[in-house]
């Protein structure tokens, strides 16, 4: 892995473990193996760094939830599937907590993957919806759009719950209890 990889990688784990504020130029470098002049070289600061983390950060999570959603079986499986994925919970998302970051969101450049990652995914999801309702799988009564937007919901907050009760337990009631009104739409 080249130095400009090392500093990409090493500002996403650090941006996921401390946030922006907490995330130095220094600390990137010492974690990367990289010296300031490589980090200058291949980015014009800590905003440019951490905009292209970000960025492939929000491109991994929706590759990752493509291949759940766009896999084999019912809508609902497939749904399932995504949101029993395997996950670092108490970490939270790597997206969602950017979003609790200040500087972050008052940064457009680095809030934008941010908004697009959410909203891709509830497209993304209330097409599932919108295939199995027309499928038969669940009742016409289903608003894709908002139960896509209801499921983000309950995901980013389960995440919070997790955390801050410090046991995974309760993101999975949280995933179970979404599923629970799912089947029963």
Do not use: N
Request: with cysteine.
């Amino acid at each position: 892995m080249d130095a400009s990889e090392r500093l990409i990688e090493s500002t996403r784990e650090l941006l996921w473990e401390r946030g922006y504020v907490g995330t130095s130029p220094k600390v990137i470098q010492e974690r990367a193996g990289a010296g300031q002049g490589s980090m200058y070289h291949h980015f014009r600061g800590k905003p440019d760094l951490a905009r292209t983390a970000i960025e492939r950060t929000a491109s991994e999570l929706r590759a990752e939830a493509e291949r759940q959603l766009a896999g084999p079986g019912p809508a609902l499986e497939r749904i399932t599937a995504y949101l029993r994925r395997e996950r670092d919970v108490l970490k939270g998302c790597p997206v969602g907590r950017l979003t609790q970051d200040p500087d972050v969101m008052a940064d457009p450049a680095l809030r934008a993957p941010l908004g697009e990652t959410f909203e891709w995914l509830r497209e993304r999801l209330a097409g599932v919806l919108a295939e199995g309702r027309d499928q038969g799988e669940f009742g016409a009564e289903l608003d894709p759009v908002a139960t896509a937007a209801t499921i983000v919901a309950v995901l980013q907050g389960g995440y919070v719950l997790a955390k801050a009760a410090g046991d995974v337990a309760s993101f999975d009631r949280a995933v179970d209890g979404v599923l629970a009104l799912l089947r029963r739409a």
